[in-house]
């Protein structure tokens, strides 16, 4: 969503200074941002011309914001508002949160806060129609840093989006919310805003996830959040598990890129899965983790999907003492459900260019055994979402 055109009215007290009209101006771009003092405020707007957004500086006359905010309640359609400031007062916050669509940004705060809280109410209201009943999850994690999770993931929404040719829809949810990378490996847009939503759970709704997703290279969407090393502080897990549901309801696939490390919801997010894929490389340390992080995980969930390890960078040719397959699963204790092979060159090219492998690299081995991971997830259970889904021309049996 833009603020392109969008008519915001700023309300600050002429001792204020213009502090608050330049910070509105520099968090919505292209917006047609005026700004009024508290008894400036008419008492209604030609049709056409009301403000969609009222920012108010909570560092004026305390009276006159009141005044002013008794003012939008009046209005037949009130306004979004915000009460931007220090030490808000308890009356005025309370009598704000009685309009229909108010938050408050308290400071220290800049541009980026505003937009934010002013995203969320500038939303669209409506939901789709008829969401589809439920769409299939399918979480990627990894057992050691750097062993291919977010590839894979990226790789499995760009594989079904292929499959689906627009009939169906498909998003990535990068669950890595400090320093995800899934938005830079494909060019794209991280819209997420999961530590202000987290204020109110209950908001994250269709039309909330509209604004939080953006279109990926290869066909599906991403919703994933900007980098912030307080990315997991300020989200609840309350919060994750609406996106989740939500967009399970939006979408007929989900891939969730999962972090390595386990967090509050990490288990509850799990046990929603459809699939749960742990991804390994071929060296000792890792596939020892994965044996771990495997066992940890048919101990600690007792409903949702056994975990699948996806060994990664199989190379055909390998140079030094790597782990053959036989002695690779007798470390795991168990078998590989599947495996990536290595192509480096495949790999760097598409992170470079922005997006996933199979657009850039369609012939690269990786497509293929993606094809076949796929294939085999699909036919794992049955499910409404997936009818009618067609298996990938290039893959191998299952
Ligand atoms: N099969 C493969 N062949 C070659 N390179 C690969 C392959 N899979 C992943 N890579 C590369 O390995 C690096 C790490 O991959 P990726 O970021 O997907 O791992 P990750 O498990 O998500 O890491 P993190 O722990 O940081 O989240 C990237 O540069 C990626 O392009
Ligand atoms: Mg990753």
Redesign the pocket.
């Known amino acids: 969503m833009s603020f392109t055109d969008r008519r915001i009215l700023a309300i600050r007290d002429l001792a204020a200074g213009e502090t608050l009209a330049d910070a509105c101006r520099a968090a919505f771009e292209g917006a047609r941002v005026e700004t009024l003092s508290p008894d400036g405020l008419p008492a209604s707007w030609p049709s056409g011309h009301e403000p969609e957004l009222v920012v108010l500086d909570a560092g004026g006359d305390l009276v006159a914001l009141g005044e002013v905010i008794a003012g939008l309640a009046r209005l037949a359609n009130p306004p979004a508002a915000i009460l931007a400031g220090d030490h808000l007062p308890a009356a005025l916050v309370r009598a704000l949160l009685r309009l229909p669509r108010a938050d408050v940004v308290e400071a220290p705060f800049g541009p980026r806060e505003l937009a934010e809280a002013a995203l969320l109410l500038l939303r669209p209201v409506e939901t789709p129609a008829a969401p589809p009943a439920g769409g299939r999850c399918w979480t990627v ?2 057992a ?11 790789e499995l929404a760009a594989a079904l989006a292929e499959r689906a040719g627009g009939k169906k829809r498909v998003a990535l949810v990068d669950l ?1 919310l400090a ?3 899934t938005a830079a ?1 494909l060019g794209a847009s991280a819209n997420m805003m999961l530590g202000r939503a987290s204020q109110a759970p209950e908001r994250i709704d269709a039309a909330l996830l509209e604004v939080f997703a953006s279109p990926a290279p290869g066909g599906f969407d991403l919703i994933a959040q900007t980098r912030d090393p307080h990315g997991f502080e300020t989200v609840s897990a309350e919060a994750v598990m609406r996106v989740l549901e939500t967009a399970c309801q939006v979408y007929d696939f989900v891939i969730v ?1 999962a ?2 490390h386990r967090r509050s919801w990490s288990l509850d997010v799990f046990a929603g899965s459809d699939a749960l894929l742990v ?1 390994s490389e071929l060296t000792v340390p890792a596939l020892l983790a994965a044996r771990a992080l495997a066992s940890e995980l048919e101990a600690d969930l007792t409903e949702g999907p056994g975990p699948r390890i996806i060994l ?3 190379a055909k040719r390998v140079f030094g003492p790597a782990p053959s397959m036989g002695e690779a699963e007798k470390a795991l204790g168990r078998k590989a459900d599947g495996g ?9 090219a ?2 470079n260019l922005g997006g996933p ?1 199979r657009s850039h690299r369609p012939g690269s081995r ?1 497509a293929k ?1 993606v094809d076949a991971l796929v294939d085999r997830l699909l036919a794992a259970a049955p499910h409404p979402a997936t009818a009618g889904v067609p298996p990938a021309k290039t893959s191998r049996a299952a």
């Open positions: 994690t990894g050691v840093g750097g062993a291919g999770a977010t590839t894979l993931s990226i890595n320093d995800g990378a490996y890129d972090p390595r991804v990664n960078r199989l990536l092979t290595s192509d480096w060159e495949a790999a760097a598409s992170v492998i990786i055994d």
